[in-house]
């Protein structure tokens, strides 16, 4: 018998849908302080636009950055890059 169809013979059927299957991969990212522009914080922190961190997450900063480690792989991305004007950022 399909989900989507009533049962015969008992004149009403429930429908049953199925739950999505959500993943968030396994949440490191949240564990994490992230590097991303001084400006972009400062702007996102003005109008609330989100930012995109050096390994790539997209969020709006909202917790003390100094609370967490800092993301190893935007870690490795801002040693590797030859200017230093990138700034630490929140999450």
Same mark, same amino acid.
């Given at each position: 018998m399909s989900t989507l169809e009533p049962e015969? @013979?008992?004149g009403?059927?429930?429908?049953? /849908?199925?739950?999505p299957q959500t993943?968030? @991969?396994?949440g490191d990212? /949240?564990?994490f302080a992230h590097y991303v522009? !001084?400006?972009k914080i400062m702007a996102s922190a003005l109008d @609330?636009? %989100?930012v995109v961190a050096l390994c790539g997450k997209v969020w709006v900063? @909202?917790?003390d950055p100094k !609370?967490? %480690?800092?993301?190893?792989m935007c870690k490795e991305i801002y040693e590797s890059m030859s200017s230093g004007d990138e700034g630490k950022g929140d999450e």
């Open positions: 015969r @013979g008992t009403t059927g429930t429908l049953v /849908e199925p739950t993943s968030h @991969g396994d990212h /949240e564990r522009q !001084k400006d @609330g636009t %989100p900063p @909202g917790r !609370k967490y %480690p800092v993301c190893p």
